[in-house]
């Protein structure tokens, strides 16, 4: 059973940045597909950035295109997103999420969370001044 066990949260001013990792233990990261989501208080759970398993291609939401990277080292068996230029509306625990048998390719609906089985515990991530 693969865990996906996130940190790097906390609290940074607006227009700062933060780096979050997500380790990964109880298999490799290899051909897995990692996603991040987020929650804030009142909201719904939304899909901010996926990595493909298969060729690495990337996706974000249109909130953090341009502000937020998602990245990955085998090596490690980590996932990373790198935020920056942050604002106060990206406040929300952030979940790194994964599965070897879903794929977020062109089209997919990966910002649903429902084709993931493998969720982290979730990181407070905090912008305010």
């Known amino acids: 059973q693969v865990q996906l066990v996130e940190s790097g949260g906390g609290l940074v001013q607006p227009g700062g940045s933060l780096r979050l990792s997500c380790a990964v233990s109880g298999s490799t990261l290899g051909y897995y597909t990692i996603a991040w989501f987020r929650q804030a208080p009142g909201k719904e759970r939304e899909g901010v950035s996926c990595?493909?398993?298969?060729?690495?291609?990337?996706y974000y939401v249109d909130s953090v295109t341009g502000r937020f990277t998602i990245s990955r080292d085998k090596a490690k068996d980590t996932a990373y997103l790198e935020m920056a230029s942050m604002k106060p509306e990206d406040t929300a625990v952030y979940y790194c999420?994964?599965?070897?048998?879903?794929?977020?390719?062109?089209?997919?609906?990966?910002?649903?969370?429902?084709?993931?089985?493998?969720w982290g515990q979730g990181t407070q991530v905090t912008v305010s001044s």
């Open positions: 990595i493909s398993g298969s060729d690495e291609s990337t």
């Open positions: 999420v994964g599965d070897l048998n879903y794929d977020c390719i062109e089209g997919s609906s990966w910002y649903t969370g429902l084709g993931f089985h493998s």
